[in-house]
C-alpha cells in the first residue's frame, strides 16, 4: 500500500474503531487503489481519497409503530448519502435486525464503485434499519414501512436520492414506502426502484441482480477459454438474488445442487427444483429445509457455512456478508472449484479472497457481479422519467450489454493496474474509482 492510501486507511480505523465490516470493505478498496494514487499525485494534493472515504451525510432517524398486539414498537433507522459525483445517491434498504452503521457504510462505500461501473449517472448510498420483517403480519410490515418513508421523505426524491431493495425489502415493502411517499408528497416520481409492475416498476428488475451475475460469469469464463455448460454450481442464499441466480444458470446449462438460508442448505444432487424452491420462499416465505421434506433424494443440513464443503466448479455466494471464510474458500479450492462470482455484497472475508487469488480460481468481485440489479434500477428510473415501459427482452438485452461492459473494464483495469490480468477486485476498484474520482476533480472541493 502506498504512503497516501496507508495514512488514509490508519485514520479511518483511529475514527471508526468499532466499524469492523467498513474497515474490510476500506482495506480491501483502499489496498487496490496503491497504484492509483502512485500515478496520480494531484488526487492526493486534492485530498480526494479523504473525501471519498468520508459519506457526505448520514441520517440517524428512530421509527415508531404499533404491532399487532397493540403494544408501541422502535427501530433504529439510516440512509447514508455516500456520494453525489456521478448522480443522485442510489443504493437500496436493508431491513434485518443485524443492520447497524458500519455495514450500511461498507455497502454504501462498494456501492459508489458498483454504480460508477455500471456506466450510469447514478451515485452511491445505502439505508436500512433494524427492523425484522421475517414473522410479522402483513399489516405490522406496512406499519412500519409507512413511518419509516414519514421521516425519510424529506430525504429523498426521483432526482436527489432514490432507495431500492436488498436483504429483507422485496416487493410487499416497496409498494408499502411508495404508497407512503406518495401521499405525503402528491408525487407520482421514480422515487423508489424494484416497484411493481402496475405502479412504474420495471420488467425484469426483480431477476436482474441474479441473471446479472450469471452474465458477469458467462463473460468472466468465456475470457479464459471456460464456459458454464454442464459444470456443477453451488448457490448460497435463497432470496431474490439465489433465486434468479439459479435459475439463469440453469438455463445456461448448469446443475445447481445446493441452496441454503440462513438455518441450514439442502443438497440435491438431482439439481435444485427452483419451482418448489419459489413456492417456500417467495409465496410462503417459508424455510429451506421444508424442500427436503418435499423433493425425495434431497437432504437438508442444519447451518448454513457447511454449504461450502459440497463439491463444486462454481460457487455463487449469493445470502450476505462474511458468509464465506477463509477456511471454507481453502475447502472450495480443494474441492476443485476454479469460479467465485459474488451475488452477495461481500461474502467472502478478505482472508477467503486473497485464497481464491493466489490459487488463481476466477474471481468475480460482488461489485462488479452484482452490479446488475442496480444498473437494472437505473433502468427503471429511465422508464418512469419517460413515461415510457419497456420489455422485458428490452431490459434484458441492456442488461446483458452493461455486464458485458463492467466485465470489460474490469478486465482492461486489470490489466492495466494489477498483479495479475485476472485480479477482478483490483480491476472493478480501479475502474469503479476512476470516473468517480475525475468527476470529483472536476467538481472542486465539495
Ligand atoms: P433476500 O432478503 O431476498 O435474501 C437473503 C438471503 O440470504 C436469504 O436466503 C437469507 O436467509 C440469507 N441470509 C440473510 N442474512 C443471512 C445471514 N446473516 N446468514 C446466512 N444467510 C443469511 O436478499 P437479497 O437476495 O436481495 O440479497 C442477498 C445479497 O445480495 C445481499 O448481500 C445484498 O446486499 C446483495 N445484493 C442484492 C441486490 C438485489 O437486487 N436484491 C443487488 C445487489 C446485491 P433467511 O431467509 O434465513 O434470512
Known sequence: MNAYTSRVLEGLKARNP????????ATEILDSLSPVFDKHPEYEAAGLLERFVEPERVILFRVPWVDDQGKTQINRAYRVQYNSAIGPYKGG?????????SILKFLGLEQILKNS????PIGGGKGGSDFDPKGKSDREVMAFCQ??????????GADTDVPAGDIGTGAREIGYMYGQYKRLTGLYEGVLTGKGLTYGGSLGRKQATGYGLCYFTKNMLEANGKSIDGQTVVVSGSGNVAIYAAEKITQMGAKVVAMSDSNGYIYDANGINLDVV???KEVERGRIKEYAA???????TEGCKGIWTIKCDIALPCATQNELDGEAAKTLVANGCYCVAEGANMPSTLEATETFLSNDVLFGPGKAANAGGVATSALEMSQNSQRLSWTFEEVDEKLKGIMAGIFNQCAAAAAEYGDKPTNYVIGANTAGFLKVAEAMMAQGIV
Not at 461501473?117 to 450510469?120: A, E, I, R, V
Not at 413511518?147 to 429523498?156: G, V
Open 93 to 101: 434498504i436493508r431491513l434485518h435486525p443485524s443492520v447497524n452503521l
Open 117 to 120: 461501473l455500471t456506466g450510469l
Open 278 to 280: 419459489k413456492q417456500i
Open 294 to 300: 418435499r423433493v425425495p433424494g434431497s437432504v437438508y
Open 147 to 156: 413511518s419509516f418513508i414519514t421521516e425519510l421523505y424529506r430525504h429523498i
Open 18 to 25: 468499532h466499524e469492523s465490516e467498513f474497515l474490510q470493505a
